[in-house]
């Protein structure tokens, strides 16, 4: 039960509450910021958001997801209930992986642009957990 939505002209995600059962869902194309719609979509395990998706609060309530990939962020905190989470690829000014700490099945975590050092204690912690830390996502 997936849906990828690669080149759209879709100008809403209203109504995509009907996909209920959906476990996957790539928004590579959708091209509008209110994503407001997806805290629906209880069931999703993977989820790619767009490239310009700038706030992880839709998804805080996702807490079945354990992928997932998004374009930009600052702030992981939305991120903080999803307890099943085991891989984690983004970009963005994150300015820290202090909320990925309580997300115990966490086995790798890719963040391009962000300004985090080998010295930081969240990524220190996070490394000598096992969980592998990159600063790009492949």
Same mark, same amino acid.
């Given at each position: 039960?997936?849906?990828?939505?690669?080149?759209?002209?879709?100008?809403?995600? =209203?109504?995509? !509450?009907?996909?209920? !059962?959906?476990?996957?869902?790539?928004?590579?194309?959708?091209?509008?910021? =209110?994503? +407001?719609?997806?805290?629906?979509?209880?069931? &999703?395990?993977?989820?790619?958001?767009?490239?310009?998706? +700038?706030? &992880? !609060?839709?998804?805080?309530?996702? *807490?079945?997801? *354990?992928? &997932?990939?998004?374009?930009?962020?600052?702030? &992981?905190?939305?991120?903080?209930?999803?307890? #099943?989470?085991?891989?984690?690829?983004?970009?963005?000014?994150?300015?820290?992986? #202090?909320?990925?700490?309580?997300?115990?099945?966490?086995?790798?975590?890719?963040?391009? #642009?962000?300004?985090?050092?080998?010295?930081?204690?969240?990524?220190?912690?996070?490394?000598?957990?096992?969980?592998?830390?990159? +600063?790009?996502?492949?």
């Amino acid at each position: 039960k997936s849906l990828d939505v690669e080149q759209s002209d879709i100008a809403s995600l =209203d109504g995509i !509450e009907v996909c209920a !059962e959906l476990e996957s869902l790539r928004l590579i194309g959708y091209r509008y910021g =209110d994503l +407001t719609a997806l805290a629906k979509l209880v069931q &999703l395990r993977k989820l790619w958001l767009p490239y310009g998706a +700038t706030s &992880l !609060e839709p998804v805080a309530g996702l *807490t079945r997801l *354990t992928e &997932l990939r998004f374009g930009k962020a600052e702030d &992981l905190a939305p991120l903080r209930g999803l307890k #099943e989470l085991e891989k984690i690829c983004g970009g963005g000014k994150i300015r820290s992986l #202090e909320p990925l700490l309580g997300l115990l099945s966490l086995r790798s975590v890719e963040v391009s #642009e962000a300004n985090l050092s080998d010295d930081d204690p969240a990524v220190r912690e996070l490394r000598a957990r096992g969980v592998e830390v990159k +600063t790009r996502c492949g």
